[in-house]
């Protein structure tokens, strides 16, 4: 058999990607990469070390699919045909693979859109391509650059979930209900794959209602001048509040200044007090005392303290507006 002909029955016998690097690795020695037409890594083999760096495209119908690398020992005359006879091979089943995967990302879209437009979803077929709907999950709304919606695809299809074109924005539903996390990842990945900035807003729970919520995620983040970030609600803090499908007023209070809660619990001190006291007097500790009926340095002691537990920066006006936000929210809900 002929290394061509173990090239193609590789592929036939579905050896994929990493399958025909180790063929090209040990037809022709050095180190050997195959790429998808987004320069994504499908396979390497090969040992590792320098030398002469050849790239081939891999075109298939007069479209480029991938891309074939060779890292080693200079090649001669034979050799580089050899490595665009295996260019050619690999392109062909690069192309199947491509047209196998947009098929079922079709399936796959209809399922995300079923869910998202309140129309009864299969299990089944949700299960064909293993996913679990009755698993707590997060629904991610991105914006981002073009091609965001093909990357989006085989990220989604890497994390075990589901990706659409959806009301001017991709979605992804993504197991597991850690929605900042969600948010991150995929603006950070997606993001570093396409080299530009993509935003995600995201939120868990049912899949309409998150994705509701992930949707006004998304429009703050952008609104607020977060684009390349990811974030849910609740890390938008009094934004994420009023974003919420289903406000969670003692969770902000909480995430807030719940440090200064606790210690008063604890110890019996009066954080709380003397912070409410301070945003009363206009953030001024000398009128602050009054209202405590207790010595400036006392005030001065406590607010260090305060500083302590809810760290740098809680006077900042984005932070400081939060914390009084939180402190209002105190006088009206039980904790």
Same mark, same amino acid.
């Given at each position: ?44 083999? *090969? ?49 199947? $693979? ?54 989006? #695809? ?21 197991? *597991? ?10 603006? $950070? ?12 807003? #995201? ?62 619990? $604890? ?32 005030? #001065? ?35």
């Amino acid at each position: 058999m002929t290394v061509v002909e173990r090239l193609v029955a590789v592929a036939a016998a579905g050896g994929g990607a990493g399958g025909l690097a180790e063929v090209v690795a040990g037809w022709l020695g050095g180190t050997v990469v195959i790429t998808d037409a987004a320069g994504r890594e499908l396979a390497r083999a *090969g040992s590792r070390r320098g030398g002469q760096v050849l790239k081939v495209a891999a075109v298939a119908h007069g479209r480029r699919v991938g891309e074939l690398g060779r890292t080693g020992p200079e090649l001669d005359g034979e050799g580089r045909r050899n490595l665009d006879v295996a260019a050619s091979v690999i392109a062909l089943d690069l192309l199947i $693979r491509e047209c196998a995967f947009a098929a079922e990302e079709r399936e796959r879209g209809q399922l995300l859109s079923d869910l998202l437009t309140g129309r009864p979803a299969k299990h089944e077929r949700a299960r064909r391509f293993g996913v679990d709907l009755d698993a707590p999950s997060s629904v991610v709304v991105l914006a981002g650059p073009a091609g965001l919606a093909s990357a989006a #695809a085989h990220f989604a299809s890497a994390h075990g979930g589901l990706s659409v074109e959806h009301e001017d924005h991709v979605v992804l539903l993504l197991p *597991g209900c850690d929605a900042a996390d969600h948010a991150e990842r995929s603006a $950070r990945g997606l993001g570093a794959e396409l080299r530009k900035p993509v935003t995600a807003g #995201a939120a868990s729970g049912e899949v309409r209602a998150a994705h509701a919520e992930a949707a006004r995620c998304l429009t703050a983040l952008l609104a607020l001048g977060g684009a390349g970030r990811g974030a849910s609600a609740e890390q938008l803090g009094f934004v994420g509040l009023v974003l919420g499908d289903q406000p969670e007023p003692k969770a902000f209070v909480r995430a807030t200044i719940g440090a200064l809660l606790d210690h008063d619990a $604890r110890r019996g001190t009066s954080l709380v007090p003397t912070l409410r006291a301070y945003f009363a007097a206009g953030r001024s500790p000398t009128r602050a005392k009054d209202l405590l009926n207790v010595h400036v340095n006392t005030v #001065a002691q406590r607010l260090e303290r305060i500083s302590a537990l809810l760290g740098p920066g809680w006077q900042e006006p984005e932070r400081a507006l939060e914390t009084e936000l939180a402190l209002r929210l105190l006088d009206l809900i039980r904790m």
